[in-house]
T-cell receptor, first 110, second 114 residues
């Protein structure tokens, strides 16, 4: 059965810490892996990864995909309280459909 | 630029009542459209997706139905709500053309069935 698993389920860190969020997947007809940030409402898009080993970076956030080992990581450096959110990983398959993981809840304490 | 609208933002309905949630997209043509449900503390569950007018694919058997009467309009309905239908309903779109396009989400509707 296809699935997307995120770890850890939740994480509490202090401002300034660096965190690594994990996403592993087993999906037939993989197309791309996406990361989203969800605060109180709708998820907002962060990254889309299609190729192994190529890091995508946006400010303090970065992500990389390993298509051989079937996982991705999302790194956040120098965390701030505004980074507190649920981070969702999704895998696109067949071009039209998406599996979502259950998310990692990150809390950044001042 | 593209925008996606959902309404209502929140809804409280009694068990057994009907439901109609609406989603519209502006600024793009022929998008793929999606309905997801997110239960408290859970991930997003894909309910329906549509690649065109009148074309609906259902991912899970359930008490809900979807319709796409116009290119940029996607409606989620139920004839009789169940308690288990409570959750956060999200509509999303992606470009139909191309395989590697990300999804963009609407603001969501929080539904509570009492």
């Amino acid at each position: 059965e296809d699935k997307v698993v995120q770890s850890p389920l939740s994480l509490v860190v202090h401002e300034g810490d660096t965190v690594t969020l994990n996403c592993s997947y087993e999906v037939t007809n993989f197309r791309s892996l996406l990361w989203y940030k969800q605060e109180k409402k709708a998820p907002t898009f962060l990254f889309m990864l299609t190729s192994s080993g190529i890091e995508k970076k946006s400010g303090r956030l970065s992500s990389i995909l390993d298509k051989k080992e079937l996982f991705s990581i999302l790194n956040i450096t120098a965390t701030q309280t505004g980074d507190s959110a649920v981070y969702l990983c999704a895998v696109a398959y067949t071009g039209n459909q998406f599996y979502f993981g259950t998310g990692t809840s990150l809390t950044v304490i001042p | 630029s593209q925008t996606i609208h959902q309404w209502p933002a929140t809804l409280v309905q009694p068990v057994g009542s009907p439901l109609s949630l609406e989603c519209t997209v502006e600024g793009t043509s022929n998008p793929n459209l999606y309905w997801y449900r997110q239960a408290a503390g859970r991930g997003l569950q894909l309910l329906f997706y549509s690649v065109g007018i009148g074309q609906i694919s259902s991912e899970v058997p359930q008490n809900l139905s979807a319709s796409r009467p116009q290119d940029r309009q996607f409606i989620l309905s139920s004839k009789k709500l169940l308690l288990s239908d409570s959750g956060f309903y999200l509509c999303a779109w992606k470009l139909l053309a191309g395989t590697y396009n990300e999804q963009f989400f609407g603001p969501g509707t929080r539904l509570t069935v009492l």
